[in-house]
């Protein structure tokens, strides 16, 4: 309603969309939410990767974004190509490219945001579920020191696992997304952070629900189990009765607490 916008408009600044150049000179582009009441200069940056991967944020109020906005955070949604709304040629450059191009993606769209002052280059983040946190947790394997500390929930770490229980509605989605399981087997394993677990540096928090049918929650604990052993930092909460993706009111708030907790102590 008027009302609900009026309020909404005094607390949190309304959306911008961005756009920049990939690593190729393709436009790519993106969702920034800023604090409203701090200068946009040299902020902690939180770069929020959508999952799908074939999916896209939209311009519009976000009640996530306005809870990182409001604690002094830069909240950045990258709809990296793939996305879907910016038409069919846009989305299908990520034909046969998920685990590359999207990562690239991220790290121009960051880069451009360091470049025009708006994020400190010693405070960003990054965050993703599912397909989304796989993004995530390659973005960290290429980029070994640009992102300060990373969250992750219930990321896709085996895609060979994946495609080959994947159910009916995803079924032909991998030989879109990569190409042909058997064919292209070792690219599968190249593109899965599981295989590469040793390339990963930086502090996680890790989120899982025990109950995830999609993607064992066992992918989340060999994660967490190799960065301890290497004295990195890691956290793992699994949430009882939760499955892919978290419902439960007082798992949603022990969630964000734990994220505003752990940002607090990286960024």
């Not at 770069?47 to 974004?65: I, K, N, Y």
């Not at 085996?158 to 159910?167: F, G, K, N, P, S």
Request: glycine share 8%; hydrophobic share 35%.
């Amino acid at each position: 309603t008027k009302h609900e916008n009026v309020a909404y408009a005094s607390f949190f600044n309304p959306p911008q969309h961005i756009e920049w150049k990939g690593e190729d000179g393709a436009t790519v582009y993106g969702i920034l939410y800023l604090p409203k009441n701090k200068a946009a200069e040299n902020l902690p940056l939180l770069v929020d990767v959508h999952g799908g991967p074939t999916m896209q944020r939209t311009l519009s109020e976000s009640a996530e974004a306005g809870f990182f906005t409001s604690r002094g955070y830069a909240f950045f949604q990258v709809n990296y190509r793939g996305s879907s709304g910016y038409g069919f040629r846009y989305q299908d450059a990520l034909k046969g490219k998920w685990g590359e191009l999207e990562v690239i993606d991220i790290y121009t769209g960051v880069n451009h945001l360091i470049q025009k002052g708006i994020a400190d280059v010693a405070r960003i983040a990054l965050m993703g579920n599912s397909s989304g946190g796989t993004t995530v947790l390659n973005a960290l394997r290429k980029y070994p020191g640009k992102f300060r500390c990373a969250i992750c929930s219930y990321a896709i770490g085996d895609l060979i696992q994946d495609a080959e229980q994947t159910h009916k509605f995803e079924r032909y989605y991998h030989q879109y997304l990569i190409g042909d399981l058997e064919k292209d087997r070792d690219i599968f394993q190249q593109r899965s952070p599981l295989f590469h677990v040793d390339e990963i540096q930086e502090p996680l928090l890790l989120f899982h629900g025990s109950e995830d049918a999609v993607v064992p929650p066992m992918q989340s604990q060999a994660l967490y189990d190799s960065l301890v052993k290497r004295g990195i930092p890691c956290t793992l909460k699994i949430f009882e009765n939760e499955g892919h993706g978290f419902k439960r009111e007082d798992t949603l708030r022990e969630y964000y607490v734990l994220i505003v907790n752990f940002l607090e102590r990286y960024l």
